[in-house]
T-cell receptor, first 115, second 113 residues
Framework: KAGVTQTPRYLIKTRGQQVTLSCSPISGHRSVSWYQQTPGQGLQFLFEYFSETQRNKGNFPGRFSGRQFSNSRSEMNVSTLELGDSALYLC??????????????FGPGTRLTVL | GESVGLHLPTLSVQEGDNSIINCAYSNSASDYFIWYKQESGKGPQFIIDIRSNMDKRQGQRVTVLLNKTVKHLSLQIAATQPGDSAVYFCAEIIIQGAQKLVFGQGTRLTINP
């Protein structure tokens, strides 16, 4: 069974631009969560989608948004990029409805660099 | 405010020795704790979890201890192997309506041959 895939793996953008990252969950998984990882702030939860609905949201500004499609694939978008948005963006998928962290599988991440 | 932190940013141990990685948390309302392992170039991997009504849980070569009195969590890895080299971080989950997930900064574990 294929794991969680994220595209692209690396991305370079400039301040003010917007970016869209993609995540394909493990087949059959309906929950997709997004995380931001930086050396300074560590790993922070962005949001979680289940069956195309945002079920949970972290404390990030409205520039960060996401969506999930009927095939469970998810995208996250960051508008008006800032230097501080440079980070590794991780996606994780799970098949469970709730409290599924022990069955949550992470992708390799997308490394975003904002210049 | 809520925070999860780690006592040491780096830890070096000899192969075969036991490792202990520590984590302090500040929210007594946390319901659930997880330890993750993250190898270079990969996403985090779930290692072991523990609920707040437990004080110890064992897995394969790993043990998690929870001391709610001092709000301290530790991960013990027995007989460390080269493959244990990674960044380890803890996370706490607060279940109050919507779940809130707070991660620690991470400890880099290096295994010396």
């Amino acid at each position: 069974k294929a794991g969680v895939t994220q595209t692209p793996r690396y991305l370079i953008k400039t301040r003010g631009q917007q970016v869209t990252l993609s995540c394909s969950p493990i087949s059959g998984h309906r929950s997709v969560s997004w995380y931001q990882q930086t050396p300074g702030q560590g790993l922070q939860f962005l949001f979680e989608y289940f069956s195309e609905t945002q079920r949970n949201k972290g404390n990030f500004p409205g520039r960060f948004s996401g969506r999930q499609f009927s095939n469970s694939r998810s995208e996250m978008n960051v508008s008006t990029l800032e230097l501080g948005d440079s980070a590794l963006y991780l996606c994780a998928s799970s098949s469970q409805l709730v409290y599924s962290y022990n069955e949550q599988f992470f992708g390799p991440g997308t490394r975003l660099t904002v210049l | 405010g809520e925070s999860v932190g780690l006592h040491l940013p780096t830890l070096s141990v000899q192969e075969g020795d036991n490792s202990i990685i520590n984590c302090a948390y500040s929210n007594s309302a946390s319901d659930y704790f997880i330890w993750y392992k993250q190898e270079s170039g990969k996403g985090p991997q779930f290692i072991i979890d523990i609920r707040s009504n437990m004080d110890k849980r064992q897995g394969q070569r790993v043990t998690v201890l929870l001391n709610k009195t001092v709000k301290h969590l530790s991960l013990q890895i027995a007989a460390t192997q080269p493959g244990d080299s990674a960044v380890y971080f803890c996370a706490e989950i607060i279940i109050q309506g919507a779940q809130k997930l707070v991660f620690g900064q991470g400890t880099r574990l290096t295994i010396n041959p």
